[in-house]
């Protein structure tokens, strides 16, 4: 493992190490239910809840419009199975460039009878908020937009989104799994009624998330059981996920500023280097999160380029970690508008805290040498230089 680059920051972060020494209290001694009236409950009660007042004041919010989920997938769905379940209104407007824990739920919705409209981004991964307004019918009940991509990294328009909801009465959630730590977030100012993180995308375990939901904004139970998290979200709290969650945002709000800096100045070093790569294109423009770059390859597939980024002791990803293993391109670089080909061709290149200039000057150098190799090897390439379309 020695000597790895891990440049994949948008799948996973590395457990910080003060958020585990927050957590292995809760591992060990303190292993009591938070929901038990005896000593051992009540501590386990007190460390939740202070958990819970530390997101919400780093989040802008009340402590009771904070509840703890198993992660951005459970989230997600919690939001949108429980608002068209307890709507009468049975239209959803979401992006077609969303994570995929929105876009299959919403197909599993509308076999169930809902109307689904999805807005296409432009060509640089945004979502324009006049196209969300013009999909706005009379029975439209929630717009479900993400803040970030976790493929391009662009930063969608949520303020303007949720004004235009608001304005038409149309409830609106937006999924910060990506953004979640790396930009602010402020309920009051977004102006959002419900809004999705997960603890791994910044430094937290696996396994544990949060929802926002604005007081006044109703959604049903998705899962059902005791009356844990006032009834909204049912199971005995992961505690230490809980403390570790709470504690991982607070350290990655408090950093976020001077990250945001290096991570930009990082990335713009990656382009700048990947860009004199022949044949390579960006996908994606600013706004856009500081750590998350994504280029397409002509002629040659980013999972090649990622199995030998990987022989090269570099951890990167063709696309979302969900979406690997699938024949299938990806669904956000064919929203913004690439053929089937380039899309295969797409590789995101996500850094984060232990990243370093001599790091990405590695990615840049072993990514020429890779598609360098690889172009030799393509029958497309091969195909196309026959054609006298290529060198
Ligand atoms: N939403 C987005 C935008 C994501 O990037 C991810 C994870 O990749 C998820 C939701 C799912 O989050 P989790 O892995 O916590 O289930």
Redesign the pocket.
């Known amino acids: 493992m020695e000597n790895r680059i891990y440049a994949d920051h948008?799948?996973t972060t590395r457990l910080r190490q003060e958020v585990l020494a927050e957590m292995l209290p809760w591992l060990e001694g303190g292993f009591g239910n938070a929901s038990s009236l005896y000593r051992e409950g009540r501590a386990a009660r007190k460390a939740v809840e202070n958990a819970r007042r530390g997101v919400a004041a780093l989040l802008h919010a009340d402590r009771n419009e904070i509840f703890f989920t198993s992660?951005?997938?459970?989230g997600?769905n919690m939001v949108l199975r429980g608002v068209m379940k307890h709507a009468g209104k049975r239209h959803l407007i979401l992006s077609a460039m969303e994570?995929h824990?929105?876009l299959h739920t919403a197909e599993a919705l509308e076999r169930e009878g809902c109307a689904v409209t999805r807005i296409q981004p432009d060509k640089s991964g945004h979502i324009s908020p006049a196209d969300v307004e013009a999909a706005i019918r009379e029975d439209t009940a929630l717009i479900s937009i993400?803040t970030a991509?976790?493929e391009l990294g662009t930063i969608q328009p949520v303020r303007e989104i949720a004004a235009i909801a608001r304005a038409h009465g149309v409830l609106f959630h937006t999924?910060a799994?990506?953004a979640a730590g790396h930009i602010p977030l402020d309920m009051a100012a977004m102006g959002v009624d419900f809004l999705?993180l997960?603890a791994?995308?910044f430094g937290g375990p696996?396994g544990i998330?949060a929802i926002y939901i604005r007081r006044g904004a109703a959604c049903a139970p998705f899962i059902t059981g005791g009356a844990q998290e006032h009834g909204v979200r049912a199971g005995t709290e992961n505690v230490a996920g809980i403390v570790g969650l709470s504690r991982a945002l607070a350290l990655s709000c408090e950093e976020m500023e001077a990250e945001a800096v290096r991570l930009t100045a990082l990335r713009q070093r990656l382009t700048e280097q990947v860009l004199r790569i022949p044949h390579v294109r960006e996908n994606g423009g600013e706004p856009r999160l500081p750590g998350i770059a994504n280029f397409s390859f002509t002629a040659i597939e980013g999972e090649y380029i990622a199995m030998m980024l990987d022989n090269a002791g570099i951890a990167v990803s063709p696309g979302?970690?969900?979406a690997s293993g699938s024949e299938e391109p990806s669904h956000v670089l064919t929203a913004i508008g690439l053929d089937r080909a380039a899309a295969k061709g797409g590789l995101r290149i996500s850094l984060g805290r232990e990243n370093t200039e001599e790091e990405i000057d590695r990615i840049a150098a072993e990514l020429a040498i890779a598609a360098e190799k690889l172009r030799h090897m393509s029958p497309t390439w091969s195909a196309m230089r026959r054609m006298g379309m290529a060198e």
């Open positions: 948008a799948a992660g951005g997938t459970e997600d994570h824990a929105i993400m991509n976790n999924d799994v990506q999705t997960s791994h995308k696996k998330g979302s970690a969900c």
